[in-house]
């Protein structure tokens, strides 16, 4: 429906949904249809363990080895057969043998008997559990061991971590430094990943300069490329930096084309709105295909996914807060796919509303604040799209669903913790 043919008994929300251009793509709905039509674009190759943090994990990985690879003690102690414990009151053990982290004991355990292990070293065969050194009382003929253990107490069971043969990390995963400890505990030094996903990056706009040039009337330093190139960095893209878009259409056709021709993706902010010099949705229309445009959330409505001679493209508006906004929900939805990753949706906490808000139905609503300690949070006092510090100086995006209208303080609410959102 065009905006000049609207109803006039049309309600606010009806009115919402379908200014400017079409009806608003609930946020699920829109991470669906990525799903749905596009797929990975990456080949797979082999890297050195050193070399795998943050990228993309291409198969399954099956443990070579049981972790631990033998049983062993938790601490420094003493290890025993718990079936030689008294129940009511404390043992004495004669002492036989002593082992070490690294060395292999000398023998079984006798029943009836104790040994002196420490922390990592392998039990000896028979040792079922382990009493901590504090919790003993040494003595010339033996070890003296308080009643209460209970049995298999501080023992690392042979494949108590991951057993021989299980799966260890699932293909998709985007690799972090625990993913890489896990590995080498498993004894590899090679793993297959998925290779880096290449993205054209552009901002448009005749408004805009590159630092540290100095700024005419009327013109603005161009934040939104440094920030994104930033973002797709942390997740492991190599960027082509494509600069700045001036307000031309049958040049921002020409660059698009040419980007998509050597990249895997193509990443624009700003010019997807419906104003004359937006001129982004347009050319994907023109020299490609629209997917989606416009999403119901606030900020960063205006987001257009498409693809232009079969690479696919994002557009995410040029406002900063929407832009990171936008990408974290939509762009990176989409750079998960295309990449080979399994798309993680940020985990939301609860936290209770320290202000009160008003906002329209129809839309999810996205709130910069700041959580304290005690889980409350407060809003920042300014809030605009254009306000970057909204993203600097808060912690928490309080996301305020599409039926919500009037939020009171006390209220229990939805937040993802701005971190997550960074890459």
């Not at 699920?28 to 363990?49: D, H, K, P, S, Y």
């Not at 490609?288 to 257009?304: D, Q, S």
């Not at 994002?314 to 974290?328: E, L």
């Not at 929900?329 to 509303?353: E, H, K, M, N, W």
Request: hydrophobic share 40%; glycine share 10%; net charge neutral.
């Amino acid at each position: 429906m065009h905006p000049r043919c609207r109803d006039p008994g049309l309600t606010q929300l009806t009115e919402d949904r379908f200014a400017f251009g079409g009806e608003l793509l609930p946020l699920e709905e829109a991470q669906a249809r990525i799903a749905q039509t596009f797929a990975c674009r990456t080949r797979v190759e082999m890297v050195a363990l050193r070399d795998a943090l943050g990228r993309v994990l291409a198969r399954d990985i099956l443990a070579p080895i049981d972790l631990p690879p033998f049983a062993n003690s938790a601490v420094d102690g003493y290890a025993v057969r718990h079936s030689d414990l008294l129940e009511d009151r404390p043992t004495l053990l004669p002492l036989q043998g002593k082992t070490f982290a690294g060395h292999v004991p000398g023998a079984p355990l006798p029943a009836g008997t104790a040994a002196r292990v420490f922390t990592g070293a392998m039990l000896p065969a028979g040792a079922d559990t382990v009493q901590m050194q504090e919790d003993c009382e040494q003595r010339d003929d033996g070890v003296l061991i308080r009643p209460g253990i209970g049995m298999g107490a501080n023992r690392r069971l042979a494949g108590e971590d991951v057993a021989r043969g299980a799966r260890a990390l699932e293909g998709g995963r985007r690799l972090m430094p625990p993913d890489i400890g896990l590995l080498a505990a498993l004894g590899l030094e090679r793993v297959p990943v998925h290779t880096r996903l290449k993205v054209a990056l552009f901002s448009t706009g005749d408004e805009l300069v590159e630092p540290p040039a100095p700024l005419a009337a009327g013109q603005i330093y161009d934040a939104n490329r440094a920030m994104l190139a930033a973002l797709l960095s942390r997740l492991g893209a190599v960027v082509e930096d494509g600069g700045i878009l001036p307000d031309d259409p049958d040049l921002t056709q020409g660059r698009l084309r040419t980007a998509a021709s050597r990249t895997d993706l193509v990443l624009t902010s700003g010019g997807v709105s419906t104003g004359e010099s937006d001129h982004v949705r347009a050319a994907i229309e023109a020299i490609g295909e629209l997917t989606f445009w416009r999403v119901a959330i606030k900020p960063g409505r205006p987001v257009a996914v498409g693809l232009v001679d079969g690479t696919p493209l994002v557009g995410v508006p040029g406002n900063p807060v929407a832009a990171q906004i936008t990408f974290s929900l939509i762009g990176r939805p989409l750079l998960d796919r295309l990449s080979g990753a399994t798309y993680q949706p940020p985990v939301r906490f609860f936290a209770r509303s320290g202000f009160a808000h008003r906002k329209k139905p129809g839309r999810r609503e996205y709130v910069r604040v700041v959580t304290d300690a005690a889980g409350v949070a407060q809003r920042y006092p300014k809030d605009g799209a254009g306000i970057l510090t909204s993203l600097t100086q808060t912690n928490t995006l309080a996301e305020l669903p599409e039926a919500l209208t009037q939020l009171s303080p006390g209220d229990p609410i939805n937040c993802i913790a701005l971190a997550l959102l960074h890459g």
